[in-house]
């Protein structure tokens, strides 16, 4: 039993720890909260039962192969304001926590899916928290509202959600000032986005991003020409909530699995501007608020000053993504890059070095930006993980504990050894590598 703000919640010993699932970190927004910001959920009386983790946000299959590897094994729901909690020990005090965000491109996945709630962080003795916050079009459309500019929802959502960890958190033994905020592809450039936002300045003190792609967020424009051709598929007013609200929500995830879609083979900039070069056709939106810039302008001039960051990415990030059937020429890369490419790996065939060229290019690339922009700030630690034919999203049972080898023994303990002292440590690692020269 742990008290929190808003009542009393009864979870359960699991696996050598305690979890609470289902945990409420704002009201449903369904009826007049939705497409509104988070608001702080309602109290209640009793105990409220939290052995599960709460309803996935409403999603369909999307982007391919990834809409399979990525999308939610949970219920859904609109009640999907929920987060886990799981802590080595009730009644100790000072844990350092980690707060996870999913992957899932902005529209798949949930923070209960089985992968991340294996335990294994608690059991090295960190608090970890996973959050499930709104996808597609209720997080990431651009709308209009007599009440105020309905924007970045979903990014509200993680907040509010990281404002509940500040708050709550010491209730299950962590320390609020010893957060790190940590994920994965869409909820690594999340975690970006909310480094460069002065709402959540103070917030965190380390951060985690798993392969990143780039951009980090649209222009407020680009989101908009988007959201209107969400209304004309729908046969609706652009920007009109009252409008959208009214759209049945299987009609609705038809329509944003379409543009998803879309969005991800066309890679159409003509269509879909900037997000295009992501493969996304929801995604944070630079609003002049929750985001006043773009995230790397931001981050470079100080955004995240003092945040400790462990940045990286995988060798071999889009073999996920591309067909044996896919030629070089379909990239429409200039002569010379192909060149130095195949310069470089002689024997390599045509789909190796489209693997090679969209990896360093996607996520290799977006990653080390990220990297850079911080690098003045603060400690920043950058990895790749190198396993061979290491596809987009392989290296999470590894980060989780949930693989058995040496190598998942060496990526676990490296992010609990950050999480918990700043430094990705291991002893399945030599130090000369992380730390050439005494630099980092």
Known sequence: MVSVQHGLLRGVADRGTFFFGGVPYATAPVGPHRFRPPAPPARWDGERPALTPGPAAPQVRCYGVIGQVFGTVLPQGEDCLSLTVRTPELGRAGLPVLVWLHGGGFALGSGGEPLYQGGAFARDGVVEVSVTHRLGVDGYAVLDDPAGRVVNLGLQDQLAALTWVVDNIERFGGDPARITLAGQSAGGMAVACLLSSPRAAGLIHRAIIQSPTAPLAVPHGTASRITDQLAELLGIPGHDVAALDGVPREKLLDAQGMLCDEAFVSRDAGRFGEAAAAGMAF?????????????????????????????????????????????????????????????????????????????????????????DAQTPHAEVFTYLFDKPGA???????????????????????????????????????????LFPGGTT
Do not use: C, K
């Open 391 to 433: 596809r987009h999203g392989d290296e999470l049972p590894y980060t989780f504990g949930a693989a058995e080898s040496d190598l998942a023994a060496a990526v676990h303990g490296a992010w609990v050894s950050f999480i918990t002292h700043g430094r990705p440590e291991h002893p399945a690692l030599p130090t000369d590598l």
């Open 283 to 371: 995604m944070p939106v630079i609003d002049g608020d929750l985001l006043p810039e773009d995230p790397l302008t931001a981050l470079a001039a100080g955004a995240a000053r003092g945040v400790s960051l462990l940045v990286g990415s995988n060798r071999e990030e889009t073999l996920l993504m591309l067909s044996d059937g896919q030629a070089l020429n379909e990239l429409g890369l200039p002569e010379a890059v192909l060149a130095a490419y195949r310069g470089r790996r002689p024997g390599a065939s045509d789909l190796e070095l489209a693997i090679e060229i969209t990896t360093d290019a996607g996520f290799r690339l977006p990653a080390q930006a990220v990297a």
